[in-house]
Antibody
Framework: QVLLVESGGGLVKPGGSLRLSCAAS????????MSWIRQAPGKGLEWLAY????????YYADSVKGRFTISRDNAKNSLFLQMNSLRVEDTALYYC????????WGQGALVTVSS | DIVMTQSPDSLAVSLGERATISCKSS????????????LAWYQQKPGQPPKLLIY???TRESGVPDRFTASGSGTDFTLTITSLQAEDVAVYYC?????????FGQGTRVEIK
């Protein structure tokens, strides 16, 4: 079955950096579009970034453009989100999701930005 | 950006009764070349990630009970739970995947009356 497992979350100070990973299994990762989506505590869903199966097409939400970078390693069935210049308002549960629409989701990685 | 607006924000329905959620987009999500509405519905239960229920505005994902039905086209969409069950208590989101930035509605919380 499809499994997406995020890792790399944690507590970071404002201005700091984190790199999230998403390990994929149970499907042909190299054929699938992937996205990162986040959910602030008690809030709704916010799409952040999209990467095509060959990484030739990438899109970002304005809220993270220039600060976050999505990437993938198809040989390792892995998706990444490099997050720089983190802000308090970036505190959220970060999900990786497969497809468009988002057919499968991971359980999420919690990122807390606080001094 | 396409703004997705759901109504109501919450509703309480008796077991076995109908629950109806509306979703309106600020611009059409109907792609004329293939006549498909790029609109999905998700269910999120407490402590869980969202689950895809409906795509192309009205196609149920595999394994989704047929009490979940959805309709609409262009800018106006509806998700109906025809006979609410206890396990349907959740927050429901619509989402457009017509164009980036992909956007979600604010969510509708469904509870048991």
């Amino acid at each position: 079955q499809v499994l997406l497992v995020e890792s790399g979350g944690g507590l970071v100070k404002p201005g700091g950096s984190l790199r999230l990973s998403c390990a994929a299994s149970g499907f042909r990762f190299s054929d699938q579009y992937m996205s990162w989506i986040r959910q602030a505590p008690g809030k709704g869903l916010e799409w952040l970034a999209y990467i095509s199966h060959t990484a030739t097409t990438i899109y970002y939400a304005d809220s993270v453009k220039g600060r976050f970078t999505i990437s993938r390693d198809n040989a390792k069935n892995s998706l990444f989100l490099q997050m720089n210049s983190l802000r308090v308002e970036d505190t959220a549960l970060y999900y990786c999701a497969q497809g468009s629409p988002f057919e499968h989701w991971g359980q999420g990685a919690l990122v807390t930005v606080s001094s | 950006d396409i703004v997705m607006t759901q109504s109501p924000d919450s509703l309480a329905v008796s077991l076995g009764e109908r629950a109806t959620i509306s979703c309106k987009s600020s611009r059409t999500v109907l792609y004329s070349s293939n006549n498909r509405n790029y609109l999905a519905w998700y269910q999120q239960k407490p402590g869980q990630p969202p689950k895809l229920l409906i795509y192309w505005a009205s196609t149920r994902e595999s394994g989704v009970p047929d009490r979940f039905t959805a309709s609409g086209s262009g800018t106006d969409f509806t998700l109906t739970i025809t006979s609410l069950q206890a396990e349907d208590v959740a927050v429901y989101y619509c989402q457009q995947y017509y164009t980036t930035p992909y956007t979600f509605g604010q969510g509708t919380r469904v509870e048991i009356k």
